[in-house]
């Protein structure tokens, strides 16, 4: 709970409405879309970089922690305040400061939410890429401080290949911008050490993004397979032949059964696996496209290919993809949606082990992934209320995390280390690999300021405290999907 | 002060005497006049780790080389004892064409590396000047690209991760294999382009990209750089793979293109997809052309289009043989054409020729210019001063790329820092603190 002083002090700085500080109130921001939790003792909603500025040098001289959050969507305990101190909630700085139609960019503020952009964009033609399956709740300073991908990064990449320049706040309250409108500023990038530092380095108040035309045609396919080793296997073979589609995901058997149940999305609950494919560009191009990736899922064995062209067809074969996560929460009360990323030739192997995994901790695992790009999502359904099966299924997802490093492959590929993987990170870097990360937390001065105790195994981050870690249930929200 | 004996002794030691030259054989290891104590060239990165940690131990100073065609850049050194060759560092260490990503040593020249991928119809979606000799640390310490940039990016739109020996002889990972990945903070882009002052890379991995089915190269000649602007924000949708911007000057130098434009400026684009695409863009850029009455469109022979673009991709690449002062602006890209208008008239002005090639759609404008032999630091200084106040009119950066010795003594060819510089600075001096690597070469003399 906040003191008096504090609050007043916070007051003066946003406004009376601008503070949360009862308790009942604060309990709110305990949480993301993870159950993790952290109590913050004051939570502050600013609405321009000035007032972040002010706040951060308070907390300074406070000697408290400061956690920027967004939406709350993130699915690693990134916005969680595992030390208490002050969450400031970005959702009030949320307007477009300026679109450069000529340019394609625009500066926006962190609280504007992901779809809202590219909503405000149609009228130019043009769009912002990365498209986290949050992308209705999830705000861009979320986005940025996890990196965010999404299904259509295959071909356009994440969250790195798409800003170009930050206005933020560090440690000492100071506002900088770290890169800019302008392509290779001299000196060190900064701008990319920012992306992805998930709130640890600066606060971000200002994002230049770079935007994209609006393709011109889009073809979507569902190519439904017996086996999900041929499904698999279609994927190895698109890729090695040279064509990348702007997304390229993939549904179990175990998924689409209960997606049957529940929406009725029309994916044949019988079929091993399914392939959502989907080609843009140029009409003349994607006709060819797409009857190149019908040819190769037929010949690896797809028992049919649906093909739609309107939007009304596309967004028909997407809707059990979109729905895929909400009807989850069927098979059990709980489930744990685990993100790994391993080389796409290995998919196949990866996901036998996943499955085997399953069988030995008695949990059914349904898989929803992006599988062009190798990142696996797979979801253990479980029941948090029966004693030791949080513990249980915890072990199970480090043992699949464990599978992926196995195979040549990483720990998070979009959803953040956060809280969850910090012990993983062991597993994929040496001291010495972390201590050079350590070494740009050092530079920022940023270490006990923002947003401590994330991805930083506990031995490194010195000083922290560390919160229960427990698993991650069914708060996602009804639009929200992997 | 590091004793020159002392330090080949125990270069010897650590390497042997077949990969380590003295000084007397250290002359074509020169930067910027200074020649080095000693050249070592390991052939692992361990013994890259060895040089390193005696580097460290002897508080020598160590200029990374790769290539060594870009070694006009950046300052001049404050000093320079080791010369470390990575070019013995050439193997693909890892390489899965089905999964569209390969691993490969600092030290593999880029042509190299393509002829590795192109055997699986793949490459590094990644064209800057000289690819027979610049190699992958190379272009990764400087940032090079070139006019595919505009459909792929720089390397940072490529880097899947990297590992890099620091100044104390430890070896680092960052990164990984794989395609996505958000574990940790992102020391790869981190080090792209920071001139090996934070450490020195051995080895990247990268997203690699299959090589379209077809491509085909227009010219399209234009009075104007403002008219050549409004003739590319017209071309958005077509699946370009450049969209290269170049004066009269330029034209004159590329086989092929002198005619192209009497006094004006010609866009050269590459359109690249499915054949029936690439086709389809043809036509619409011709229907352009014919619309805009002043512009005129001419297709490059297919047998031919090779060798122009690397014809292109050399042009601002800086003569080892004549003088000359080569900038790199970057500016907003509907600001090319203004940056453009004002050189020509600094041109007209100040009696000089330049180069003007620009990747139009990332607002890069590169400009060479030639300089006689015998010229003094005045001229030379008054252009890069005149040049440096125009481009930051428009708010962008201007790099000084190579130049006289003696002009590099009177400006920081970086430019000056902005607001974030502290922060670079600490930087530098946590990975870094003795200041050993690349010392006074990088962005503020860091």
Redesign the interface.
Known sequence: MADRKLVRELQAIVGRDGVVHAPEDLLVYEYDATTQRGLPEAVVLPTTAQQVSQVVKLARRRGLPVVARGAGTGLSGGAIPTAGGIVLVMTRMRRILEVDVENRLAIVEPGLVNLDLSAALSRYGLYYAPDPSSQKACTLGGNVAENAGGPHCLAYGVTTNHVLGLEVILADGQIVWLGGKTADRPGYDLRSLVIGSEGTLVIVTKIIARLLPLPEATITLLAIFNEMEQASQAVSTIIGKGILPAALEMLDKLTMGVLEEAVHAGYPPDAGAVLLIEVEGLPDSVGEEAEALRAICENTGAREVRIGFTPGDREALWAGRKEALGALGRLAPSYYILDGTVPRTKLPQVLRGVYEIGEKYDFLIANVFHAGDGNLHPNIAFDESQPGQTEKVLAAGAEIMRLCVDAGGTITGEHGVGMEKRDFMRWIFSDDDLEAMKRVQVAFASEQRFNPGKIFPAAIDRGEITSRHRAVSQSLGPDAYI | MVKESLLHNLLEAALDSQRVFPREEAASYIVDGLIPQVVALPETVEEVAEVMRLASREDAAVIPWGGGIAMSLGNTPRRYDIALSLSRLNQVVEY??????ATVQAGKTLADFQRHLAEH??SLALDPPSPQEATIGGILAV?A?GPSRHAY??A??LILGMRAV?ADG?????G????????????S??F???LGT?GIIVEASFRL???PRAERTAVVSLPSAQEAWRFA?QT????LRAVELLNAGALRQVPGLAEAAADGYALVLAAT??P??V???LKEMGELSQRAATASLAEVDESAQDQLWQAIASLARPSPTNAALVC?A?????QVPTLSEQIETMRRELAFEPLLVSHLT???VYSAWPLPQDEGVQRPLDLATTLRQAVARL???L?VEACPLALKEKIDV??E?????P??R??K???DPQGILNPGR???RL
């Open positions: 899965e064409p089905s999964d569209l990503t119809g793949q940032n690209s990016g720089t940072r739109d620091q430890r070896i680092i990972k960052a990984g294999r794989v395609v996505k990945n958000v574990a940790g903070y992102d020391l882009r981190l792209i382009g920071s934070l990209a299959p090589m924000a958005a949708n077509f699946g997809g499915e029936a695409a086709e389809r863009s790199k970057a500016v907003l890209p509907s990332a607002g890069i708010r962008g950066s790099v970086w430019g820092p902005a607001a974030d510089f922060l670079m600490r930087l001096e946590q990975f990088f962005l503020g």
